[in-house]
């Protein structure tokens, strides 16, 4: 009996989705390139499920339904594109190619324009929730060829994580690469989260000197409301496990991130749209400068600057850490959203800004109460630009603006380094600021490049240029662009 789907690389992710679309009723086969892997799964964690090991690829190919529909969770780059040639010449037109790994958006625009051109369909599927999403339902994020979405949509839409309403935390992102793209923004979000808490952190400990038992006591509460969410829960478990020998393991970790790149595909997408994703960009260069540990350790020895510790009332601290984390993680959101707005533009994508944050209310790394907010804002206003200008989000911003100013003035104080808190604000203030002092910068620009300007009393799109030295002459470099 030929199963309903494919997939291919049984590393964790792999194995949990696969076990996952077994679990729901679907048949699937499988292939792993260490071919005893797959014999290891089928008579292990796969045994007694309708699960079917193939030993080559062309064993594999002819035992799917038609039209094939094969998920691919290789390593992004490379070895999706030999994959992708290996398949062709085993599949038939109609066929659908699913990349469900982290690939990025332009390598799946082009993806999808060269398998359609082979006659086959392919979809760049965004997959969160790590391995435990994988196996219980992750959240999943599919674009590319819009005809494969009837025949994977049964499946998908079983197997994601559902919202607490019962709907499906997974539906149909947009052509070509804008699955992957909404799968790059969710990350570059989750690296700013995880950035704001840690900041938050950071103050609760260096700052006011709580110990790891009282910060747990502070994250179960605040996950008790407006920022219910998936990494305030997990900050709140790290903070109070303890191993064997009674070690508080958070305190034991080297203080040096990692990260696998997609943060920094979302911040130069950004800067490639001219769109400003401060608060994920200052969340990537955090990760860098936690990096280079040994050189910061002996600045440390060199630069005198002495950490203060708070005096005062840690109740109104606290309070006012609340409400800066709530208002900086709006922010964040805020700027995600300019950039798929950008995003669809450049790429004519017709994206549902509301439903992605319904895709992504459960399931994934980010998935938060917030998101629920979100999704009503864009059902108010489908066309909203910044999530900053809807009428929850303007009242809920502006009744949390003052302890969002106290906090980064307590952390400057006490020397705490607060990048993304900061640059939030900042951004806050410069997008609500009728007038920025770009204008003295277009003025250094034409005085040195002749790179013109346009007036306050003039049309816009009219250009002019002044002859700051009277040695410049009339010539300008017409690179002037907003």
Sequence with gaps: MPSDIGLIGLAVMGENLALNIANHGFSISVFNRTTVKVDEFVAGRAQGKPVTGAHTLQEFVASLKAPRKIIMLVKAGKAVDELIEQLLPLCAPGDILIDGGNSLFTDTIRRTQYVEGKGLLYVGSGVSGGEEGALKGPSMMPGGSPAAWKHIKPIFQAICAKTPDGDPCCDWIGENGAGHF??????GIEYGDMQLICEVYDVMKRGLGMTNAEMHAVFDEWNKAELDSYLIEITRDILGYKDEAGNEVVDLILDAAGQKGTGKWTVVAALDDGMPLTLIGEAVFARCLSAVKEER??????????????????????????????????????????????????????????????????????????LGDIKKAFKRNPDLHNLLLDKFFKKAVSSRQAGWRRTVILAT??????????????????????????????AQRDYFGAHTYERVDKPRGEVFHTNWTGRGGATTSQTYSV
């Design 413 to 442: 104080k006490l020397g705490l380094p607060v990048p993304c808190m900061s640059s939030a604000l900042s951004y806050f203030d410069g997008y609500r600021s009728e007038r920025l002092p770009a204008n003295l910068l277009q």
């Design 182 to 187: 909404v799968k790059m923004i969710h990350n």
């Design 297 to 370: 350790v002996a600045a440390s020895q060199e630069i005198k600057g002495k950490v203060g510790t708070f005096k005062g009332d840690r109740a109104k601290v606290l309070k006012d850490l609340r409400a800066a984390l709530y208002a900086a993680k709006l922010v964040s959101y805020a700027q995600g959203y300019q950039l798929m707005r950008a995003a669809a533009k450049t790429h004519k994508w017709n994206l549902n800004y509301g439903g992605i944050a319904l895709v992504w209310r459960g399931g994934c790394i980010i998935r938060s109460a917030f």
